[in-house]
């Protein structure tokens, strides 16, 4: 099969499915942090490159749920944050690409973003998963939208972890919560990178269901 994972810089998914014996492809702006097959470019270039399955990983920066606020035109003392309607029209773009890959020529796609957006723009996703469910010890609320492809199944279940507490009694993961200690370019790719275990579990079960089909 030719697999394309898209918007993957990691190379984890990529090399999860590269085991099982597959072609399989990443594409990111940036290069791969893991040697491996590789497109360093923007992933609509090869999207009719005949693939016969797409895992997508869009960016999640103005489609998330806590970024909301900035699309109201507000004053800010970070001016490097956009807001109002140059906000908008970059949540505008996100939505677009993200619809691209939704649709794609591609027979079996999964789209992963976390909770936002495209919940209420477009549709629910088929369903949430958390790391925790596939041998981490933490929480991330992640979403799947799925084509021709089954629910992943939790692989190994563990305790949720730690947990952050702010002052104001929100609370995050305490790994999510380290990340926000780094430079901000490190820190957005903490925050990126798929869990180990999750990509795992995808190449198992899914080429485990296409190869019996």
Known sequence: MRILIACEFSGIVREAFVKYGHDVTSCDLNPSEIPGKHFQGNVLEILNDNWDLMIAHPP?????????????????????????IDRQILTNDAYTFFMQLVFAPIKRIAIENPVGYMS????????????????????KRTCLWLK?????RPSNIVEKGYYHTYKSGKRSSQWYYDAALKSPEERLKIRNRTFKGIAEAMAAQWCDYLDNI
């Open 60 to 84: 999640c920066t103005y489609l998330t749920v806590t970024s909301n606020k900035w699309n109201k035109n507000i004053d800010l003392i970070n001016k490097k944050t956009r807001v109002g």
């Open 120 to 139: 209420t723009l477009w549709r629910k996703p088929d369903q949430i998963i958390h790391p925790w469910q596939f041998g981490h010890k933490a929480s």
């Open 148 to 152: 021709n492809l089954p629910l992943l």
